[in-house]
């Protein structure tokens, strides 16, 4: 037995009296029995409210036959009852019970009978109908209030005789026939079979108020619907077979041989077990109080129900909460109890959830607790593993037994529940934004069990929100394996938290999280307080790295951060902010003077390359915008001044360094200003001096460091070599710097082809090529820099190849420094390497200019060759230009045939001639002709019609207009 539900009590016993019970009813105050002696007996309680029930007979019938009552049925609303003795159905006035109506000869062998009245305080139903079951055969009656009397509808022929009948719903019908139950439509008048009933007799329940059907096999109790199926997946089960059943809700209440069985009818379960003997009649009232009375042939036995809050109380006592929260959620049609209904359900869900944290049932427990909108800081309270110092102590619950968790596992078990309770108050707050107000505040003003703080306390306690997040700090951290640290934590830490500031940062610095507490600052923009850790942590890398290998053999948490690569990562990210210029300076100094490759992806913004220190992720987090801590994969340009970062790298390291910065900068940006491509190329030209220098320097020393020497000498040479390479791939390349200016930085007798460039920009053809032929004595070149620089359209350009033949031919109007130095006298000019040039690319000379260049005491015989060939390219040209007059003169005049055509057609306008749009006359009007096309006829329309005519036309159906 869970709990009481029923008062029981010995309210009539006639063990004494001549007759026995063979009906029941109730009503009200009023028990009427039905007896063996065919009389019809009113008893009446007159006791005091609260006092012992005190039967009294109080009349009863008249004899009216002298056979038992089989069935009694009472309507207090209508004024009458129904009773059936000797099978036969009268009508009685009530409470007089005067017979009023004696049903008509049709009717007699009444076996039993059955109403679709309905118990509810709503008053009737809107159809009172009455069948009768007899031999074979059911007869349907309904009331008439006019007459106040029953009126015959129908009669319905069946194959067998119904023993035993229940209304479903509607105008259906539960019989039970010899072996089976089966379902009737009074309407259609089908038969439907729905399952045998067993060895025992068949009992029939109707369960109005969800529009079910109890039905018994044996012992068990199946509920179906109006149309035979079954609703409950579980049948309701019994001891013993029941004698009668009665559905007063939540309870079904079965009467057997021994006792009276109350069950709940969702869950199925016993609920109280009153021992009553040889039971055979239930039946309730629905006047005034909810009572039941059961009866056997000596007894009736009184049951009046406990109220509602005394049987909640019983069930929270004993810890059945799900019973309880059962119970509250039926409607027992009393207005308190809807009304407290919210309340109870909140108390008893928040009771149940402690009752379940000391079984250790925690994900449920928080579960119901999120339900019920408990007060967070009273669920936080019993954790307190998870709260920093000092919260939660003075708030009070609303149980008495609290059991605290010890057990490492226990509290395992418990911060896996406890991370999903959090993230729910986190995501409501986000919703709406005063949840925390209203849940901080609210005390026991909602209910005296609830959880309170104490005003001396409160001013102490964080904020709601921020006891939540901290509290999340605190869980990730106690789930987390220090020696595999798992990404919860940071990615927590890389949104946008109300995490207390000291409490976080002392309990990550404490744990040695530095990675996170990174990430904390940079989320709360304190990046300056990021930095400086980072730059502590970076300056012992190599203390970091010695212990590490003693000790641990895996990477740490602290190990993760070691080097510049974080703080590089993180001033990349802040650097694309004016309001950080300042900050970003001052701490990428000591990463540009330590670590001075790595340091220029700060002023690049390149993303990180690939061989690193070798010891895995370095990052702060996966890139995460360090203004507002979003997350980006794409890297913003620093918006420091090239210039002022060429400063401030020349203050720091090396040119070399510098030239590198300019190189990255000038390849990822674009950058157009004179100013820093002159600056690369004056850097390239230090360069290579001071490596030539050193070179020299090298050569230099004495034998005993002649090995040494040797080697720096070369590495030396390669560096000059690449420089070289560089500068002329960037001389070729930048269209940006002022040639003019650079002539004069340049050494003397020295970076030729380097000059030359220079001078290709100056437009100077002549003076580089006299370095290309003399100086470099590289003909090759001097005649790809003509084919690169040959243009006819552009007047610097397009004697370029003019310009070469009088390198080669005219040596001693050339002036170049290194061609004084080597020749004595004015070299020879190279003939033949002039005549080749002039056989090759005599379509690109001008061959006048060019033969003027010629010496005068040369053979016709050399020349002749390349006259020829000037000549055959020249009247090649002259035909082809021929063939091309020829052909455009022909389109001339093919074109000109057709225009005179055209404007030779004429077109007459007569009385007759007609709009081709509107078919009206055209008459003097304005008009337009349009030319046919595609073997069609000129058409004629008004000029006010030409707008609609070309509209209507299909595209290419009419030809442009003509006037």
Known sequence: MSHEAYYSTCAIDVSRESFHITSLQACGRRIILGCSDGLI?????????NDKADYKPTFSSESFTRKSVDQLEVFPLEGIMLSLSDQILRLHSFPSLEVRQ???TKS????????NHTTSKKGPTSSFMLCLSLKRRIHVYEWSDSQFAFGFRKEINLPETPRKMGWASGMSIACSFYREYKILDCKTEKLTTIFPFGKRHAVICRMESTNEVLLTKNNHGICVDQYGKPTRTEPIEWSEPPNFVLYCRPYVIAATSKAVDVRFVSNRLPVQVINFNKATMVATTFLGEKMVVAANAEQVLQMTPVSPNDQLEELVAKCNFETALMLIEEDLNDVK?????????????????????????????????????TNPRQVLALFPQMLPKGQCKNVTHPVDHIVGIEKREDLFKAVGALIAYLEHLRNRFKINPSYFKSTSTSSATAHTNTGRLSSSSSQQEMPLNTLVDTALVFVFLEIDNPNQPSRALLTFLSQETACDLAVTEEI???????????????????????LKLLKKVGHDDKKNKKKHKKKQPKETAQLSLHGPNPTIEYLIELAPYREYQDLVITYAEWVVKEYPLEGLRIFTGDPRENGGDGDGDHGVDDGGDAKNG?????????????????????????????????????KNTNNTMAALHNELVFLYLDLIQKARISGLGGNKAGPSSSSSSSSSSSSSLMDRKMLRSKLHAFLSMSKHYKPELMLGRFP???????????LSRLKDHREALAIYVWDLNDLEKAHRYCMEHYDYHRAHDKDVFLHLLHVLLRPECVETGRLKKTYAAPPKPKLEEAMKILMLDHKRINVPKAMDLLPDDLSITKVFPILKAVLSHNKARSRRNQVTKSLHRIDN????????????????????????????????????????LKNKRPVVVHYVCSESFQASQSPGGVGASSR
């Open 41 to 49: 007996r009113v008893f009446e309680d007159r006791s005091q409210p």
């Open 102 to 104: 004696e049903f008509d």
């Open 108 to 115: 007699r062998g009444c076996l039993s009978f059955v109403t």
């Open 337 to 373: 109890w809807r009304e407290n209904r919210a309340t109870l359900r909140r108390k008893v869900r928040t009771q149940y959830g402690y009752h379940l944290y000391n079984q250790r049932e925690f994900e449920t427990a928080l579960q119901l607790f999120q339900a019920t909108e």
């Open 508 to 530: 990550l610095t404490t744990r040695g999280r530095f990675r996170e507490l990174v990430a904390f600052y940079k989320t709360r923009e304190m990046h300056e307080s990021a």
């Open 630 to 666: 979003t997350t980006t994969k794409e890297h913003k340009r620093s918006t420091i001044p090239a210039r002022l970062v060429l400063k401030l790298l020349k203050s720091w390291c090396g040119p070399s360094i510098v030239v590198m910065y300019l190189e990255k900068y000038l």
């Open 748 to 758: 003397e007798n020295e970076l030729l082809e380097e000059r030359a460039v220079v």
């Open 893 to 932: 005049l093919t074109v000109r045939s057709e225009w005179i055509r055209t404007r030779s057609q004429q077109v007459r306008i007569d009385n007759i001639t007609k709009c081709h749009h509107c078919s009206r006359r055209i008459g003097n009007a304005a008009f337009i002709r349009y030319p046919g």
